[in-house]
């Protein structure tokens, strides 16, 4: 019996830099829409869940998430494993995947040995983020249904509770963990550790970025990551954001001296979260304040006021 695996795109349309981001249009499409669409092609995946806040503002997403070939839950907005949890008990998987409605590159094949190593390795929590040696923007994570129990039982700080996985890494020393490395997916040295590289949207400076990356390339369906790759290196298109910088949360760890065979960690790098920063020049088809939710997007190539 094939194991079940349960993607949740956590997406929420009430960024303080970004506004209504998971709703900027690539391509004449949505980022959401570009976010569900590359995790149903991940062959490990079996269900794609968007996972949003029960707020009047993300009533878009609930709207338009299910023609992006999602279902959707909703839940509390500051307590995000909440919604986790609920999706869990609705769809019953073996194996969960976090990921986030803001990365609109989101590669298929990483999603898929991120859940592999899971169900392969035996672990309880995968990711590609300890050690990394991907593009921001190609995050993934895999945890077993059976060891988030634990999470949701012990998890009990705010930071725990919103950003979900931060008690694995906290508490590792009770999980069994694995790290990916870009080389498990990609052959070619030019696509190995490229954290020079953002490929996820969090500001203006990124969404210029990724409108540039999908404006450029032609595709079919799924935009291939190694054809961004090649393109942001060809026009120089990383200067783009270089600005662009992120926030860690430090976690303390009980012995960061600890090490597991492989590629099995002891003191995984801490999780990082976005750094707010000053108001920046609005990209183009932003028409919202900071104290709205109310902005001009591209659904489908047609204009909607959301």
Known sequence: MKNSTVAIIQARTGSTRLPGKVMYPLDGQPALEHVVTRTTHADSVTDVVVATSVESQDDVIDQYAPTFGADVIRGSESNVLSRFERAIEEYVPDTVLRITGDCPLIDPKTIDRVAGAVSSERA????????RTFPRGL????????????????ATTQAEREHVTPYYRENHDEFDIVNVTSDQVFSDQKYLNRTDLRLTLDEADDYKLLEGIYNEIEYDGVLPIRDAIDLVDREGFAELNESVRQKKIWYALRDPRRWREGDRLRAPDPFECPRWRDDRARPRGHSCNDNTTTSQRFVSGHSRNY
């Open 124 to 131: 309880d929590y995968a990711s590609n983020i300890f050690e």
């Open 139 to 154: 995050d993934v994570e895999a945890f077993t249904a059976e060891s988030f129990e634990t999470v949701i039982s012990a």
